[in-house]
């Protein structure tokens, strides 16, 4: 069954103890789940967010927004660096453990905002993979699942297609390996969405659903059609997550590289976001 849920940026920039009535909202806007951000920043007390979850029947997800040493890269040249970065998303999943989350996602393969404009050194996938490999085994012995998010060419060298994730996956060569698209970052990277889906195929946790502004889906150039199309063929039964930066939160979003206003109430956009992919899902069931 496929459940709806949003990213806690669209309500707050940092998750905290403050920010436990997110989750009441949560489910009156009908969600199913809720994305948290962890990081060296970012601290609150995982068993009030956990409990407050389960009250609520919300399944919670973690990925790693928050403060993340760029030193912590488990592509990185320097083995010392891939080292840390395994042990910074070891503790991350710790955490995720703790919280009681179904997934731990994002661009793990690397750091966020590192483009390295070089030809890569033939071992860079190889040995990417080898700490995926090791950090799936620690997400599947704690029960977490790990969900890699190809991403823009802006943000990162490593990752930006489909067939890149799905390579990277069949070399680290672990089951408990899956997919997060986004929808914002393919509209660079792709032509036809519905063959990005097909590539995927049963890897396929979630869609991160946004329009190619980051704004409520539903009237840019994202072509939901064969989104949905797509995913029916796959027999998609995973997570659609909204996302973005809520643009009325002081100059968060500003800091986070949007410069316009797609979202200054989280509430509204999930309402219109829900309600848009929802209506896209029953069309394409016909």
């Not at 949003?6 to 009535?21: E, I, Y």
């Not at 710790?94 to 905002?113: F, I, K, S």
């Not at 050194?121 to 490999?133: C, I, M, V, Y």
């Not at 796959?234 to 930066?245: K, N, P, Q, R």
Request: with cysteine; hydrophobic share 40%.
């Amino acid at each position: 069954m496929i459940k709806y849920g949003f990213h806690c940026f669209l309500f707050t920039d940092r998750w905290s103890d403050a920010s436990l009535g997110i989750l009441e909202t949560a489910k009156e806007l009908g969600a199913d789940s809720v994305e948290i951000s962890g990081g060296d920043d970012v601290r609150f007390t995982p068993a009030l967010t956990r409990r407050r979850a389960e009250v609520l029947g919300l399944e919670l997800i973690v990925s790693p927004g928050g403060a993340w040493p760029v030193e912590c890269d488990l592509s990185a040249d320097d083995p010392a660096e891939r080292t840390r970065g395994l042990a910074w998303h070891q503790r991350q999943l710790d955490l995720a453990a703790e919280l009681g989350a179904v997934a731990y996602t994002g661009a793990l393969y690397g750091h966020p905002g590192t483009v390295k404009r070089r030809v890569p050194p033939a071992d860079e996938f190889s040995r990417t993979a080898e700490g995926l490999h090791r950090l799936a085994e620690h997400a599947a012995a704690i029960g977490v699942a790990l969900a890699l998010e190809p991403m823009s060419h802006f943000r990162t060298h490593l990752v930006n297609t489909p067939a890149q994730v799905m390579q990277l996956i069949a070399l680290a060569d672990h089951p408990n390996l899956r997919v997060l698209l986004d929808t914002y970052h393919l509209i660079t990277e792709v032509r036809d969405y519905g063959q990005a889906i097909r590539t995927v195929g049963g890897r396929l946790w979630g869609l991160h659903a946004c329009e190619n502004d980051r704004g409520i889906p539903g009237g840019g150039l994202i072509p939901w059609g064969q989104v949905f199309a797509a995913l029916n063929e796959v027999a998609f039964d995973g997570y659609l997550i909204l996302e973005t930066y809520n643009s009325s939160l002081g100059d968060f979003a500003r800091r986070r590289g949007m410069f316009h206003d797609v979202c200054p109430d989280g509430a509204a956009f999930v309402r219109e976001g829900f309600a848009f992919l929802q209506d896209q899902r029953a069309c394409a069931s016909y």
